[in-house]
């Protein structure tokens, strides 16, 4: 069995033929060796409050988070400090469902947190994931990528990054991550996907 563990929590609309996101990852890191699978969750089109149910898991540190919803973000002004959130979408309808110090509040630790939610490169979600320590490498867009544009990126990066792995490591490296994003970031652009993924390595406090 492999070393590795995941959190899938994918929040889009399932009446969208795009919004599959989660269901992709999921069986594309069902093909691996590298993975943990006793010790991986998935939380794929649910209603439920999604910060109780993270409190509420035994397991809180994981090698890979993948966070799947619809984002938004005000950047402050002179009136207003900045403010970012996830939201889950059913049709018209729309509950926040997440925040930058989520992360905080359920002591969620990961070598990676993937976003491919809108705007969730920003400086609240850097601010926050700096000043908390347990996320050691960020990735999420700038702008606002289409949800199929997401799939795309997130296959390229995982492919990366277990062919990095293998299946004897018990944890992702910067070294490994920042080479897979930097190879699936290339790729994305050729395809000319929508949205400026970006990355963000605690140990460094650098973008990438």
């Not at 999420?140 to 199929?148: D, I, N, Q, S």
Request: with cysteine; net charge positive.
């Amino acid at each position: 069995m492999g070393k590795i563990n995941y959190l899938i929590m994918d929040e889009t609309d399932p009446s969208d033929e795009f919004e599959c996101e989660g269901d992709m990852v999921g069986r594309f890191f069902s093909t691996s060796k590298s993975i943990n699978f006793k010790k991986s969750r998935e939380r794929v089109h649910l209603k439920s409050d999604l910060e109780g149910w993270l409190k509420r898991r035994r397991i809180q540190s994981f090698n890979i988070v993948h966070l799947a919803a619809h984002g938004h973000y005000l950047p402050k002004n002179g009136q207003d400090l900045d403010y970012s959130t996830v939201t889950r979408r059913r049709g018209s309808s729309e509950k926040e469902i997440f925040r930058p110090d989520t992360v905080v509040r359920t002591a969620l630790e990961a070598d990676l947190l993937v976003s491919t939610c809108c705007e969730t490169f920003n400086e609240h979600f850097l601010g926050v994931l700096s000043g908390y320590g347990g996320v050691a490498n960020f990735i999420a867009p700038r702008g606002e990528p289409y949800m199929g544009d997401t799939i795309v990126f997130s296959m390229m990066l995982y492919n990366g990054l277990i062919r990095e792995v293998g299946f004897l490591k018990n944890k992702l490296s910067d070294k490994s991550i920042l080479e897979s994003f930097q190879t699936a970031r290339k790729g994305y652009r050729a395809y000319q996907g929508e949205g400026d993924f970006k990355l963000y390595n605690l140990k460094r406090d650098k973008v990438y």
